[in-house]
């Protein structure tokens, strides 16, 4: 079993839509989650960093960590054909000395 | 624009060569780590710098090997290559636990 998954998609919405992209994990000591958005023949950018449990909002995205169930959750809101892209999750225990990376979901939005 | 900066952007080399990937991390991070990015693997981690010292290692190959210099820019080294080394290698810095990635090296080995 990987330490974190992440269904690879892919994922097509139209404009608009609202989309939830999920990873679960099973190290109970991963206390920083991340998000990246990587587009094609670029680096992952970072969207969002939490630590620990709760919510955190910017923008269009909202993310959502619940540690009791390990389960991150990135949300986008009124999603464009930008957004487009490969959503990464990432999270590491306290120090962050070794951060693991879900695989990846492919998100289309369709003008 | 990350401030990371990766060179060369792509590398055409034939199996059993040697070559040297660069990272020059954001002004003021300590932090570099390497990464290897390949379709059916995703995103693995390779080793971690801080510093110049040597702080995590992940998957990465004995073939391979890695150190950060005293101006903190650093340095993959990829030997006796493989087909199956082909990939896009990926360094990012960081503060804390939140990478910044450069755009990468394209590595193409025939």
């Known amino acids: 079993q990987k330490e974190v998954e992440q269904d690879p998609g892919p994922l097509s919405v139209p404009e608009g839509a609202i989309v939830s992209l999920n990873c679960t994990y099973s190290?109970?000591?991963?206390?920083?989650f991340m998000w990246y958005r990587q587009y094609s023949r670029k680096g992952p950018e970072l969207l969002m960093y939490t630590y620990s449990s709760g919510n955190k909002e910017d923008g269009r995205f909202t993310a959502q960590v619940d540690k009791s169930s390990k389960y991150i959750s990135l949300f986008i809101r009124d999603s464009q054909p930008s957004d487009s892209a490969t959503y990464l999750c990432a999270m590491s225990e306290t120090g962050g000395f070794k951060t693991i990376f879900g695989a990846g979901t492919r998100l289309f939005v369709k003008a | 624009d990350s401030g990371v900066t990766q060179t060369p952007k792509h590398l055409i080399t034939a199996t059993g060569q040697r070559v040297t990937l660069r990272c020059s991390p954001r002004?003021?991070?300590?932090?570099v780590y390497w990464y290897q990015q390949s379709l059916d693997q995703g995103l693995q981690f390779l080793i971690q710098?801080?510093?110049?010292?040597?702080?995590a290692k992940g998957n990465i190959l004995e073939r391979f090997s890695a150190q950060q210099f005293p101006d903190l820019h650093s340095e993959l080294n990829l030997s006796s290559l493989e087909l199956g080394d082909s990939a896009l290698y990926f360094c990012?810095?960081?503060?804390?636990?939140?990478?910044?990635f450069g755009n990468g090296t394209r590595l193409t080995v025939t």
């Open positions: 002004s003021g991070d300590l932090s």
């Open positions: 190290n109970s000591a991963f206390q920083y």
């Open positions: 990012a810095s960081s503060v804390d636990s939140g990478h910044h």
């Open positions: 710098y801080y510093n110049g010292e040597e702080r």
